[in-house]
Each structure stands twice: as structure tokens, then as C-alpha cells.
């Protein structure tokens, strides 16, 4: 896939200035800090934060800046990737960590990376620049998390985020508080991946991803939680954007309310690959679109309200005149399209601390058809609807510098219904499955407590309570976490927990038999050192230690762990248990450069393995045991205008099953050699990705334009293996060949 933009020749201006506005408050109460200085790093130019927080620094020339937030008292940080654009207001929010134990008169030196309470440990954070320009992912949040040391990504043409053994369904998502079930076009369904992301990048203040040992705070998650954060709309005047990239052509617009009570920002997006697919030969071309909006009002000083709402679509078809053409016996459709809508309502009642109270409402509606070209039934229809209602309140009081509690609740009610209809051509042949409906809640709620007895030490305790009304039974999830400053740049982490989920309401709405089953869980064990080697880079090393339990097993094929959708053999699965236990291992290393100047960095790597055994006592590989992974990321800015950026991805192949060649041929069709489950691997995945981006600065527009390729030395990397036939033999699926992007954003 290709995609083009024409580069015209612009004659920039005289670039007119720009400024920075934003307000600071406290983190732990989210009241606005005054005093706070606000430095623009390597100038001389600078604010104090008034009254309300606020603050303005007006005419600076466009370009990229670093801000510094200090006051006594408070933890200092510095902000990177600011970016002024002429004639508009960059806004930038920030919220400060008060320093325990601190004496009056002391400014705790500025660091450029901030913590996540409700994340201490095995997480990273991005900024929305970070996010935006780096190479081999086209803005996609997953494909970015794929670069961190915990992850593997399924597939070049899935997002599926594989974290320390587990899969994609085992992953959360929220955004602004709010529960997001899939954040993708083209939705795989019982899982939490896709094709590509459905989020703006251009909404996404920031992000930041845990891959274990979470606070008590989320639940119904065995693995990972990603929490992203959107942006306000400018409160004080219209702006507006148009962009063109891989995920399609759209605008953005946002401006205030009148009054200054509040800000709105919204945008849309399409695709246009079937615009074009004449041009490129192909009739096989996605279409897919998507709609963001964010709605934020001040009731008054103690009380706002943030509306948001997120909906996709996507189609993909092929004809059944090209399926004739091309020899092909069906023709198919697949479609899908999903919403979000989400209010949050936040409540300051106390200098030292607030409340986040959100309702949503989600659903989404998957359709799968292929159909005989020589038939007028289709012959397999496979229609998934799944909706979620969720409550969640999260509040946080601060007692002094020593004593921090969060406490909350949420319950959430889910409905799936599940078709299937298969009908063989030409035989009468009629097998349906018909429509299957479930109906499931869940109630939690949850406190966690932060205790500072020195200023060196926090330690954190924190219990969950969830009931499951599939078993109409309440399960605790203790879990803990500790962090030993040992000097102002070195420090030793440690979590503990235990975490609990629902298997994919698509799986138990097919099967009732699962719905006696136990709950699967999974025990996180994680010790870590983290070490600044200057204020903007910081090394990494930790081992962690992962038990799962109470996963499904049958019987009837006994050496398969059914959750991998390994299904290589055509025995029957039957008699269900939950006798299933899996384990991970695997100690791993990142180092981390923010752009304090011009430079920037990440190295990742790990080794890990994931095994499981079966029911004959008998261990194997997991599916996903690809034992070792590598990311190098880097990027430099060269002026106020360009920058350079590469990104190379090294990882094992998957394991798989061989196939049994002799039986095959004898046979005539793929067979797979039950004696060494899962004992081969895929060859290596190798991807080299480069991007270079240009910012032209006008009287009061800029137009920032970039060009990537993907893959390029064209390494031909191995999905899969499958049986060609006697005569063609063992034959590979490739992922991505070498793609190259190009694609601009014109913000006004």
C-alpha cells in the first residue's frame, strides 16, 4: 500500500510568533498552584503560574521547545517536545508531585521524567510529539507500545499486543477514565487488537502503558493497561487542521465556549485507499472512518463535566465478479463499526483531594460472510454484537506528604450475541449454530494506600473486590508494590499481585460450558533498578515472574491450551476443565532519551520464555514464546525544521507445530506432526523503518510534512507456514514487503 501527496512548492513567510499558555496544579488535589515558575529551557524567557494556575509566555518564534516547571516544595520537571506554531496557542497542562519531607526554602532539581502512581512500576510514558513521529507505526498507540521491552506485536497486519506471555484480550484501555472494550478499525473479536488504531493522534495529550503489577485500581486485566489521556479544545480561539497519511484524509477543529467556561475539539477521518484502488489494481481495498469528540465545561470552580465520544467503521470486500476472475470458489465481506460515549464528571472537594466519577456506553457489531460464487446462500455468516455499560468513581485524598489513599468502585453490565450460520453449496448441507445471547456483570471496588514513612521509601498496599455474576461469586485480589530511593538518581522497584478476568465474552457466549469454569488469574511477581544516567536519559533492568491458573483444558486433546487458538489437530474438543496453567519468565532492558536538545532514544530488549502444561503433565512452548526481542529507536532535529528518525525491530518467530511430511503427502492435505507441538520456530522478524519530517512556518499557518518507508530493505518475514500440496510442499505467508508513506498536517 501506497500512499502519495503532492509536494508543492511553499514560500513561507516571515513566520509571525507564537505562545505557550497552560495551567498547573497538584497533582494530588488537581487544585491550581500559584507561584510556580515556568521556564522556556535555553532562553531567558519564562512566567509565573497566578491565582487560577495559569500562565502565558507570548512571543516566541516557532519551533520546539523544552518547558521547566519548578516551585519549593514540589518536585520540578521538565516538559520536551513543545511545539509553537505561528499566529496559535500551544496549550500545556501540567500537574505537580509535592516533595515529602522537603524544608521551606528547598527547589527540588527539575527531572524529565514523571512518575504514574497508579503504574510505579514496568511502565513507560509518551507525550502526543513522541507518539506522532515515530517511524514504522502510522500514529497507531499499540504499534508504539510494540516498541517497549514487555511487548510483541502479533503481526505486521495486526496490532494484537502480546504482553510477558499473555494475549490480546488480557490488555485494557482507557481513556480519560472512561473503558475503551477495542480501540481498532477491523476489531478482532474476543480480543482487544485490530488492524489499526482508531484514536487521533492529534487528541492524545498522553500516554502511558503498564505491562504488570498495576494498582488496585483496574480490574477484569491479566496482563497490561494502557491509559491514555486526551487534550482540551483551545479555550480561548478557533484553530483547525486538515492531514493526509496511511490512515486516511480528515480535519480537526476546536475552539471555546462561549464565556470561556469550556473548550470543544473535534475531528473526523476516512480512508481513500478505495478511492484510488482502480489506480493501484486492486479491488480488495479497506474503507474505514472514524469520528472523535471531546466536550469540556466548568460548572464552576469545583465541578466540570467532559463529554467524549469515539465511533469507527470499516468495510472490507471482495467481489464475487473479481473472485470469478481470479479463479477464487467464494466471495466475502467483512464489516465492523463501534462507538464509545463517555461523561466524566470531576468534583475538587477538598484541598486535599477529588473525585472522577464516569458513565459509558459501548458497543460494537462484527460481520463476517463468505459466499459460494456459484450459490445464492452464503454459506458462512458469523455476526458478533457485544455492548458494555460501565459506572466507574476513582478518588484520591492526600493526608500530608506521608499518607496518599485512592478509593472507588465501578460495575459494569455486558451483552453479546453470537450468530453463526453455515450452509454447504450444492449438498443440502445445512450446519447452524444459531444465535447465542449472554448477559454479564460485574461489581468492584477498591482501595489502595500509599504510605511515605521516610523520604526514601513508599510503600503501597492495595485490595480488590470484584464480584462475577457468571459464577455469582466475589473474589479478592490483593496486590502491593515498593519503591527504595537509594539516591537522588537510583532506584529499586518491586510488585507483587494477583489479577483475575472473565474469558472473551465471544468465547463464553458460544460455549456455556465455559461458564462453570473458574476464572482465569495470574500472579505477577516483578523486581526492577532504575537508574538516570543524566536528567534526560534513564536505564532500566527488571525480572519479573508470571504464573497463570485456572485456564480451559480438554480432555479430549489434552496437549492443547486452548486459549492460543492452536488448533492443529482435528480432534474433537470436548469436556472442559479449567485445569490449564501457563508460565512466563524474563528479565528485561530499556534505556530512554528524552529530547532534552536534539537528540532522542530507545533501546529495548528482553528475553523471556512462556511455557505451559498440559494435561498429561507434559510442558510445551506457548504459541507466542518467541524467547527474545530488540527495538532502536532514535530521532534528531536539525534547526527548528527538520528531523531524522529510524526505528529497527529484531525479534524470534513464533513457535509452531511442523507439519508431518510423509503423512501429508499420503494424505493429501496438511498435516501437522502432534509429536512436536509448538517445538519449531518461525524465523527471525527483522523490520528497518525511516521517517523524515519537515515543519514550514507561515504568517499564521504551518504545514508540517513527512516521508517514511517501512521495511526498507524489504525483508521477507515469515507469518506462517502452510501445506502448498504434494507438489508445491511447505510453502510461506509473508507479513509487510517494503512500504513507503508520505503525508502531511496543515494546522490553521
Known sequence: MISLVCLCAWNPLHAQTGSIKGTVVDKDSQRPLAGVTVQVVNTKRGASSRGDGSFSIDSLAPGSYVLAFSMIGYSGFKQTDVIVRPGRITRVDAAMSGQAFETEGVTVESGFFRENSQMAISAAQFNAEEIRRMPGTAGDVSRIVSALPSVIQKSDEENNLLVRGGLSYENGFYIDNIYIPNINHFPDAGTSGGGISILNVDFIRDLSFSAGGFSAAFGNRLSAITDVRFREGNREEFDGQLDLNIAGFGGTAEGPWPGGKGSWLISTKRSYIDLIADAIGTEEAPTFGDVHAKFSYDLN???????????????????????????????????????????????????????????????????????????????????????????????????????????????????????????????????????????????????????????????????????????????????????????????????AGLYRQTLPLYSLAQFDVLHELKHPQAVHLIAGVEYDLTSDTRMSVEVYKKDYSNFPMARTAPYLFLVDRSFPFDDPIGDINDMGASWSRGIEFMLQKKLAENFHGLISATYFRSRYEDLNGVEHNRLFDN????????????????????????????????????????????????????????????????????????????????????????RENVMEYYWGGASEGLKAEYQFGLIPLAGFEFEF
Open 627 to 714: 524467547r527474545y526481542a530488540l527495538s532502536v529507536i532514535g530521532g534528531y532535529k536539525l534547526g527548528r525544521s527538520w528531523e531524522f528518525s529510524v526505528r529497527f525491530n529484531l525479534s524470534g518467530g513464533r513457535a509452531y507445530t511442523p507439519f508431518d511430511v510423509p503423512a501429508s503427502i499420503e494424505e493429501g492435505r496438511g498435516v501437522r506432526d502432534r509429536d512436536r507441538l509448538n517445538d519449531d520456530y518461525l524465523p527471525d522478524y527483522q523490520s528497518l523503518n525511516l521517517r523524515a519530517d519537515h515543519r514550514f512556518f507561515f504568517e499564521s499557518s504551518n504545514l508540517t510534512m513527512y516521508i517514511s518507508v517501512w521495511n526498507v530493505y524489504n
Open 301 to 495: 470552580d469545583h465541578h466540570s463535566l467532559y463529554l467524549l465520544n469515539i465511533y469507527g467503521d470499516n468495510l472490507v470486500t471482495r467481489s464475487r465478479e473479481e473472485s470469478i476472475e481470479e479463479g477464487y470458489g467464494s466471495w466475502w465481506e467483512e464489516k465492523a463499526h463501534q462507538n464509545t460515549t463517555g461523561l466524566t464528571w470531576r468534583w475538587l472537594w477538598g484541598e486535599n483531594g477529588y473525585t472522577l466519577t464516569s458513565v459509558s456506553y459501548s458497543f460494537s457489531e462484527v460481520t463476517d460472510l463468505d459466499q459460494a460464487v456459484d450459490a445464492a446462500q452464503p454459506y458462512h455468516l458469523e455476526i458478533v454484537d457485544e455492548s458494555s455499560k460501565v459506572l466507574r468513581s476513582n478518588s484520591y485524598l492526600a493526608l500530608g506528604d506521608q499518607h496518599k489513599f485512592e478509593v472507588g468502585f465501578e460495575a459494569q453490565i455486558d451483552d453479546v450475541e453470537y450468530t453463526q450460520h453455515v450452509e454447504i453449496p450444492n449438498t443440502g448441507g445445512d450446519i447452524s449454530r444459531g444465535v447465542h445471547t449472554l448477559d454479564s456483570e460485574r461489581f468492584g471496588a477498591f482501595l489502595s494506600y500509599t504510605w511515605t514513612p521516610l523520604h526514601w521509601l513508599d510503600l503501597t498496599a492495595g485490595v480488590r473486590a470484584d464480584h462475577y455474576s457468571l459464577r455469582d461469586e466475589t473474589l479478592i485480589s490483593p496486590r502491593g508494590s515498593m519503591n527504595i530511593s537509594i539516591s537522588p538518581v537510583l532506584r529499586l522497584k518491586a510488585a
